[in-house]
């Protein structure tokens, strides 16, 4: 008998326990992220760049963007926003050096992530800093010609658990452009969807860190 209490007592506990357990983190509307890394001096020695302050100055990673991805394709324009908070601008600016540019992904990316502006860009500036930029590209002086199987060598180098699977690079001709890294939702390294992948070919080049110069 009273090994029977005992038992019906301590089932009793452990439904209590289970009740009283924090509910699981609801599921984010997408698959992952990619952290979209811009080489600035390739962006400002385009004809685009034209005005674009961020060409002002010297910079060589910048953040592009961080974009919620599907397994294949990815969410864009999610409904109506409001502008940036002006002091939300200032604080990202050092990573991302154009207001346009966050106003931009604001607007196509951030609003898909179901998280309010503020998280959204907190959330950007803790992806940074999850990645190491290897010391080649730092700020380099003068062109760097190169490949695909090496500069994705050199961030993996620098970035224990990153694999090629989960780096993709792209390429304006023979110029690298971006450089693109696929993290989990909690900013571990991971695959790229299948529509992810290098949009280089053959030799590629890296404009050295002075603004427009070519």
Not at 104 to 128: I, N
Request: net charge positive.
């Amino acid at each position: 008998m009273l090994a029977r209490l005992l038992l019906v007592l301590g089932l009793a506990a452990a439904a209590s326990c289970r009740a009283e357990a924090p509910p699981a983190k609801a599921a984010a509307p997408f698959d992952y992220w990619i952290l979209a890394l811009s080489w600035s001096p390739e962006y400002c020695a385009s004809s685009s760049s034209n005005g674009d302050t961020q060409c002002e100055r010297a910079y060589q990673f910048v953040v592009h963007g961080l974009w919620p991805q599907y397994e294949i394709g990815f969410p864009r324009d999610c409904g109506r926003t409001k502008a940036v908070p002006g002091r939300l601008v200032e604080r990202m600016l050092p990573l991302m050096p154009s207001e346009r540019l966050i106003e931009h992904e604001w607007r196509k990316h951030g609003a898909c992530s179901g998280l309010d502006v503020q998280e959204y860009f907190l959330q950007t500036e803790r992806a940074r800093r999850r990645i190491v930029i290897p010391d080649a590209y730092a700020a380099p002086d003068k062109p760097i010609v190169s490949n695909v199987a090496e500069i994705e060598r050199r961030f993996m180098q620098a970035n224990p658990g990153l694999q090629s699977d989960g780096i993709a690079l792209s390429c304006k001709s023979r110029w690298l452009s971006e450089v693109r890294i696929c993290l989990d939702q909690d900013f571990g390294f991971r695959a790229c969807g299948r529509d992810v992948g290098d949009r280089c070919r053959g030799e590629v080049s890296i404009r050295p860190s002075r603004p427009g110069r070519r």
